[in-house]
């Protein structure tokens, strides 16, 4: 099977420790020295507001903050969705007319003279297709963000995309989502590890939901609620998993997942964690026969695509399939491009629902609270 690793894929390598010798010995320590630094600057951060020397802004509505403690993919966008459509829609959390409003600071933001596709890009077009009923806001100063989405666009509710670190935004609820996978980061801060804060720092989460629950066992599990417990016994914990519906392609033709059982595939990807997307297809039943795994939030060219088909046609793939979040840049910038492709090899994204395993009930009385005013701002 052939396997294309890049750079963010190499970082992970050399800070689990995969990479042996001197040269990458010596690399590792020069990054533990650099996360000293880090690490020291974001505890005196989180000191100053914890104490009040950094001022909070708060706003006049709930605001609900979903984040996590490392850097990469967590699976954090599934459960934005989620929460959005369970505000808008769900009649266990609807008691009124919520008009509710996302917060992001985007990622890279373009310019709009730039190719629109890239305008909404990655998170931002996903959040826009799947909480239909809630204003997406792309603002990196998320105060300004919060007041233009109750000003101007009446938002009752505030959801914070990728909240937990800027506290300069007030929140009644914060949510950390969690990989099962990579928890801890390494247990070692940015740039040693993946860490962003300290893991004490969930001493200020509400909640934590724990993603791609069925990639580990249930004793590691079990052993990673005991240690969230002995950081915050009075966190709700929550388990669930990304659950794949259907793939879709270029034409909106839907594959269902008894349908990619057996098939071939050649899968590509630019998000935090690869290896858990590349995990999924494998435990679908597919062969997975080849993969180009590329940064987060890679911006893929004529070339890269090109080089995608030949290798998934010189592999024998059926179909190169990739995540939602690769396929709202890739299709609405190389629509043309795949369509070609496509006449001798279809491309699709692998829909991806979160399903709650347990938890959830507690969760939603949690937010239930937040909505009715019960849990004060922090």
Not at 240 to 250: D, E, G, I, M, Q
Not at 276 to 292: Q, Y
Request: hydrophobic letters at 40%; glycine letters at 8%; a positive charge.
């Amino acid at each position: 099977m052939g396997i294309c690793y890049l750079n963010q894929q190499t970082h992970r390598q050399l800070i689990s420790g995969q990479r042996a010798g001197v040269g990458p010995a010596l690399l590792r320590l020069l990054l533990s020295v650099a996360a000293v630094g880090y690490s020291i600057a974001v505890r005196i951060r989180n000191s100053l507001y914890s104490k009040g020397f950094l001022k909070t802004h708060r706003a006049n509505v709930p605001v609900i903050s979903i984040g996590n403690i490392t850097v990469g993919g967590t699976g954090k966008t599934p459960l934005v969705v989620w929460l959005c459509n369970s505000i808008t829609q769900n009649s266990k959390l609807k008691t009124q007319n919520y008009n509710c409003a996302i917060l992001t600071r985007g990622y890279k933001a373009i310019q709009k003279s730039k190719v629109k596709s890239q305008n909404y890009t990655d998170e931002i077009a996903i959040l826009t297709k799947c909480c239909p009923q809630a204003k997406v806001i792309v603002n990196p100063d998320r105060v300004a963000g919060a007041t233009e989405a109750i000003i101007k666009f009446g938002a009752k509710v505030l959801m914070m995309d990728d909240g937990f670190q800027h506290r300069r935004l007030a929140r009644d609820l914060d949510i950390v989502a969690m990989d099962a996978t990579q928890p801890f980061g390494y247990g070692k801060m940015l740039p040693a590890g993946l860490l962003r804060e300290p893991v004490s720092s969930l001493k200020r989460a509400d909640a934590v939901v724990i993603t791609r629950c069925d990639q580990i066992t249930e004793l590691e599990l079990t052993e990673l609620e005991e240690k969230l417990r002995a950081v915050n016994s009075d966190m709700v914990i929550a388990r669930s998993v990304h659950t794949p519906v259907y793939a879709k392609s270029a034409n909106n033709k839907e594959t269902s997942i008894d349908q990619l059982k057996g098939k071939k595939i050649f899968a590509f990807c630019g998000i935090g964690n690869p290896d858990a997307f590349l995990n999924t297809i494998k435990t679908l039943g597919c062969k997975l026969v080849g993969s180009r795994v590329y940064d987060d939030h890679y911006h893929y060219t004529d070339t890269c695509l090109a080089g995608i088909c030949e290798q998934a046609a010189h592999l024998g793939a059926g179909l190169v399939l990739t995540t939602q979040k690769d396929w709202t840049k890739v299709i609405s910038q190389f629509r043309s491009q795949i369509s070609d492709c496509q006449l001798s090899l279809p491309f699709a994204y692998l829909a991806i629902e979160i399903k709650f395993l347990a938890g959830q009930d507690k969760l939603t009385a949690l937010i239930k609270d937040t909505l009715a005013g019960k849990i004060s701002q922090k």
